[in-house]
């Protein structure tokens, strides 16, 4: 287990908003009144730079942002169980190019729904309980990452079906696995966090001729030799409550808890002795009534700036890439209505904030399952379903 390091104090940014950027609405669309848990732009594909989707209840949709604000819905899909309830989403590609989106949830099965030919190209089976978060590799992105409540986190490869690697076991996580993330450009590394308050980074080199593998695989997928991953290389508590997101930025790593801020810190491994080191926070992004577990934070496809919203339904959009951190923008909803559901006997109190181009802030919330995407300057979107 890493130790906190002493030292320096780490820098708090100030509330005070530098207006470095406007938000104006611009349109709004109204679906109806479903829950809706995860938002995701395509940030695979550049062609397809202005396509999100989204997931609530039983259903996932593919939106597109046209000229002037306008949205369109390219896509509707609904799953054939009405119990289902999709919790996470996130675009992967095939060999071949074609888009995928990629959707799970209390189930605890994956849906791979081919965007291009509007087909369910595949279903993953293996997880004991709810899918929490589903990433995708940006080196690769026929591998998607996901964690569950069932306190692993296993990797898939979307083309042929496998779930190459399991993510559990003597050093794996001992609670719901809440979020996880591929390293930017170690393509090795993954760092996952949960329920037991803790942060793992783990490493695939040593697996990744299953990886490769994987990508020629024509035997039966229940036939691949699915290999376990136990230790992590770093294990930090950062936090003393669950962490329920977590960002590569860079080497670095964001995380939040239910403490009113996002931390940035920097993981210092010991080579000799896996698991171990030290963890230095850097700086900490305040979020002010933002004590409730599961409000996630997204940053920009350039990681330059980060959004998260509150229970009060207001939007904080940070610099990342500044020290002291500088708050970019405070936003309050116009429509109103609370970022999620209050009654805390509930399981999922998930209203992420997940990716958005161009520094766009997008906020998402229970009550009306609404969704902004506050553009600086040219587009502000809310789509309620």
Known sequence: ?????????????????????????????????????????????????????TVGGNRVTVYQCLDEGVIAVL???????????????????NIDGAPFVVAGGINGIIRVINAS????????VGHGDSINEIRTQPLKPSLI?????????RLWNVHTGICILI?????????????????????????SCGMDNTVKIWSMKEFWTYVEKSFTWTDCPSKFPTKYVQFPVFIASVHSNYVDCNRWLGDFML???????????????????PGEGTADILQKYPVPECDIWFIKF??????N???????????????????????????????????????????????????APSSAAVRMGQYGAGIQLHHPHELHIQVVI
């Open 1 to 53: 287990m890493a130790k906190i390091a002493l030292g320096c104090e780490p820098v708090v940014g100030s509330l005070t908003p530098s207006k470095k950027r406007e938000y104006r609405l611009t349109n709004r669309l109204q679906e109806g009144k479903r829950p809706l848990y995860a938002v995701v732009f395509n940030f695979i594909d550049s062609r397809y730079f202005n396509v999100f989707a």
């Open 75 to 93: 896509q509707s899909y609904v799953d054939e169980d009405k119990d289902e309830s999709f919790y996470t989403v996130s675009w992967a590609c």
């Open 117 to 124: 030919n509007e087909e369910i190209h595949k279903s993953f």
């Open 145 to 153: 990452v996901s964690a569950s409540k069932d306190e692993s986190v």
């Open 167 to 191: 993510f559990a076991g003597a050093g794996g996580h001992r609670n719901e696995v809440l979020s996880v993330d591929f390293h930017p450009s170690d393509i090795y590394r993954i760092a």
């Open 255 to 273: 995380s939040k808890s239910v403490d009113n801020e996002i931390v940035l810190w920097e993981p210092k491994m010991k080579e000799q002795s």
């Open 298 to 303: 997204s940053c920009d496809f350039n990681y």
């Open 305 to 355: 700036a980060a959004a998260i919203g509150n229970r009060e339904g207001k939007i904080y959009v940070w610099e990342l890439q500044s020290s002291p951190p500088v708050l970019i923008a405070s936003i309050v909803s116009l429509s109103g209505y609370l970022m999620l559901n209050p009654n805390l006997q509930l399981d999922r109190l998930q209203c992420p904030l997940m990716e």
